[in-house]
Nanobody, 126 residues
């Protein structure tokens, strides 16, 4: 599975961005996809994840109510709509996919993900 992320950029606090992650290759093997982020000096953290069935999602407490993860199965693409962005959302965002879980229940832990895309920088200015 190959993953191509896009959509990062610079935005003012309170603004919005939408990240996209297109999967290709053995997409039939995907069970969950997720977005993770890593800020300078911090560990990588799970932001949001979605089961490939779409029926199960996970959000980090810090983004609940502001971010929405969704997927377009025919396009094998996952989106992360980020609203009300804060400076603390500044990080490199990575999309990832796992074939090690369940299609019906989301896998939130990053160490369960075995396919990773390149990162995309999100910078929120105050």
């Amino acid at each position: 599975v190959q993953l191509q992320a896009s959509g990062g950029g610079l935005v003012q606090a309170g603004g919005s961005l939408r990240l996209s992650c297109a999967a290709s290759g053995r997409t039939f093997s995907i069970d969950s996809m997720g977005w993770f982020r890593q800020a300078p000096g911090k560990e990588r953290a799970t932001v949001a994840a979605i089961s490939w069935s779409g029926g199960s999602t996970y959000y980090a407490d810090s983004v609940k109510g502001r971010f929405t993860i969704s997927r377009d199965s025919p396009k094998s693409t996952v989106y992360l709509q980020m609203n009300s962005l804060k400076p603390e959302d500044t990080a490199v965002y990575y999309c990832a996919a796992t074939s090690r879980g369940s299609r019906w229940y989301v896998t939130p832990r990053s160490d369960a993900y075995n396919y990773w895309g390149q990162g995309t920088q999100v910078t929120v200015s105050s």
